[in-house]
């Protein structure tokens, strides 16, 4: 039971003391005899609150920063009317900053033996599950003097998914799959190209691509043109561990490289290909294989969806020994890791043979954009150390670089912004040359 402001001020004007008990509850007004009347009748008319029945409805899953609608139905069994103010409480990171006020709170009426339905919209500032708390309903009477109060538990669970920003990139990199892909021919051959067709001859073709059989069928010179083959099987790698936790700008590492891999999977399944995901530090945090091409992308940000940094050093020998039972025949493999030279001299590096010689690597960092401006700052002392250290670390990230395509791996390094566009890119170019 609680005392309103109504009947608060109300009290305040009163001459005579008057205490109210209940079981559990116990309080002392200073009221008059005619307000305490009215106060105990406007208890006994507002609608019991335990006998409520709530259930939900709504979104279950969300993209990261678009609204999620959760449906509260409200039943009220009694025979009396229901004048209420319901909290909905969420965790506060299921809404922008300031605004859980205005979207948890509700005022609803429900007449005896009715419904009806009040609509929480969500809006998550943070990947991963988002589970319901309390139900929290004030029930008044006709007079507002008294008010009963109770909570019920309604789970619900709303699962707020990468934003995948990237597919704004998605048309255009599909438009230079199509030229790749026999709609303009390729006339490159390497181990990842097949046959696709015959045309006539014209200077410039390279000579190992004429047909002589066919050649000697007709009056003209053929030669074979060829296209990326298909079913190709890539593995997506994400880096769980300590390195992933830094913030570029806004945002960790790990959540722009998963950004990336989502664009690299939606082109790669387009694009024919097998796309498998794999995440892991220490052990293994997410795998996603098998998956149709009208499956992976549901499955692929589903399993984002939870993932967060651990803050343990990656234990590379595990990374790679997981690599190769997962991917047991000849693939891409994508490893979206760091350049720092440490983890990758003293992890990396060591164990990377065992990779290289079976399948092809692949590997894209994070750049700080925040390094670039600084290495080109002048104008005073302060400026001129910051532009000092931001070369010294240009350059190690470069050394280390080059130490990785030395063994034969493709290095793509790009900021938060850059990176999706950039990995796709050389993902198209390892297909038109044939290397995958």
């Known amino acids: 039971m609680a005392l309103t402001g109504r009947a608060a001020l109300l009290a305040a004007l009163g001459t005579l003391p008057v205490g109210i008990w209940e079981p559990g509850w116990t309080g002392i007004l200073a ?41 509260l139905t409200v039943t009220n069994p009694s025979n009396r009317p229901l004048r209420a103010r319901l909290r909905d409480a969420w965790p506060p ?11 948890s709170r509700h005022r609803l009426t429900v007449p005896p033996g009715e419904r009806r339905r009040v609509t929480t919209r969500l809006r998550p500032t943070r990947r991963g599950d988002r589970h319901a708390d309390r139900v929290t309903v004030r029930s008044y009477g006709p007079l507002g003097l008294f008010a009963r109060q109770g909570t019920h538990k309604v789970p619900w669970v709303v699962r707020a998914l990468p934003p995948f920003t990237s597919r704004k990139h998605l048309p255009s990199k599909l438009a230079r799959l199509r030229e790749l892909d026999g709609r303009t021919s390729v006339l490159t051959r390497g181990e990842g190209t097949e046959f696709d067709s015959l045309r006539d001859y014209v200077p410039g073709d390279d000579t190992r691509s004429i047909d002589w059989r066919a050649t000697a069928r007709q009056t ?51 694009a024919g290909d097998r796309v498998d995901l794999l995440a892991y530090d220490r052990r293994v945090r997410a795998l996603v294989q098998g998956r149709a091409a009208r499956e992976l992308m549901p499955s692929l940000v589903n399993a984002m969806a939870t993932l967060e940094p651990e803050l343990m050093e990656t234990d590379a020998r595990g990374l790679a020994s997981t690599v190769l039972r997962t991917a047991p025949r000849r693939s891409l493999i994508v490893l979206l890791t760091t350049l720092d030279a440490a983890p990758i001299e003293e992890g990396l590096l060591p164990v990377l043979p ?20 600084m290495a080109a700052a002048r104008g005073n002392t302060d400026a001129v150390y910051e532009a000092a250290a931001a070369a010294q670390a240009q350059g190690e990230r470069a050394r280390t670089a080059e130490q990785l395509r030395r063994r034969g791996v493709t290095v793509v390094d790009a900021t938060p912004d850059d990176l999706a566009p950039a990995l796709a890119d050389a993902y198209l170019a390892l297909k038109a040359a044939g290397r995958l």
């Not at 990171?93 to 979207?103: I, L, N, Y």
């Open 31 to 71: 009221v008059n005899g005619p307000l305490a009347l009215a106060c105990a009748c406007d208890y006994a008319l507002a609608a019991p609150v335990r006998r409520l029945s709530l259930n939900r409805s709504g979104d279950t899953s969300v993209r990261l920063g678009e609204a999620a609608d959760v449906t």
């Open 93 to 103: 990171s299921s809404w922008q900053p300031g605004t859980e006020v205005e979207a």
């Open 220 to 270: 003209t010179v053929a030669v074979r043109t060829w296209r990326p083959e298909r079913d190709r099987h890539i593995l997506l790698v994400l880096d769980t561990g300590r390195t992933s936790a830094g913030r570029v700008g806004d945002v960790p590492r790990l959540d722009a490289s998963m950004d990336a891999a989502l664009l690299l999977g939606a082109l790669a399944s387009r």
């Open 354 to 373: 065992r990779l290289t010689q079976r399948h092809t690597v692949l590997l894209a960092s994070v750049a700080d954009p925040h390094i670039a401006g």
